[in-house]
């Protein structure tokens, strides 16, 4: 069956650490990527995608995340994390058709 | 506001109760997905809708649950005769999509079910 699996559950640093959250999936065809974050009391929000092209993808707030299909990966990078980052950063795949599959989520806290 | 909301934001009910959820897309947004969220997981898809149509549903969504979207609004999910396994989140979100293509979907806050 097709998973999503990210491998940290809690993350803590401090202001201006870089961050790297890891996701995988297990699916061999064709995916498109996402990923989304919940800050605290909000809704769940688009952070980026990947569909096609540059596997390289920047997002809003200076994130960016790496599609290796090698790797079944989709890793999530910002070079400097700060207070309001804090929040829950889910990965999602989409195999086709339309039904989206996400990862159980990485809580970030940020120390200031 | 114009983005996704839902209603109520909270329900709690007895075990063996139906409960109805509402979801107000976007309203140019012709894709409507409803999703279930319980503590410590992602949201698990449950269905979608491409305007008033129901193109897919989950292995999750037995047949207590119910989902419609009658004039490809907005759209209603009921469970029947529930248990204390549907507490969880509900979420719904929608897309304004290309045909046969992805796009990006907003989320709704969610109902939060409590079954007692």
């Known amino acids: 069956a097709q998973s999503v699996s990210q491998h940290n559950h809690h993350v803590i640093l401090s202001e201006a650490a870089s961050l790297e959250l890891g996701c995988n999936y297990s699916y061999g065809g064709t995916v498109n990527l996402f990923w989304y974050v919940q800050y605290p009391g909000q809704h769940l929000q688009l952070l980026l995608k990947y569909f096609s092209g540059d596997p390289l993808v920047k997002g809003i707030k200076g994130f960016e995340a790496e599609f290796i299909k090698s790797k079944f990966s989709f890793n999530l990078r910002k070079p400097s994390v700060q207070w309001s980052d804090t929040a829950e950063y889910f990965c999602?795949?989409?195999?086709?058709?339309?039904?989206?599959?996400f990862g159980a989520g990485t809580r970030l806290f940020v120390k200031a | 506001d114009t983005g996704v909301s839902q209603n109520p934001r909270h329900k709690i009910t007895k075990r063996g109760q139906n409960v109805t959820f509402r979801c107000d897309p976007i309203?140019?947004?012709?894709?409507l997905y409803w999703y279930r969220q319980t503590l410590g997981q992602g949201p698990e898809f449950l269905t979608y809708f491409q305007n008033e149509a129901q193109l897919e549903k989950s292995r999750l969504l037995s047949d207590r649950f119910s989902a419609e979207r009658p004039k490809g609004s907005f759209s209603t999910l009921e469970i029947q005769r529930t248990e204390q396994g549907d507490s969880a989140m509900y979420l719904c979100a929608s897309s304004l999509g290309p045909a046969g293509g992805l796009d990006e979907q907003f989320f709704g806050p969610g109902t939060r079910l409590t079954v007692l």
């Open positions: 999602a795949v989409a195999t086709g058709g339309f039904k989206t599959i």
């Open positions: 309203s140019e947004h012709n894709r």
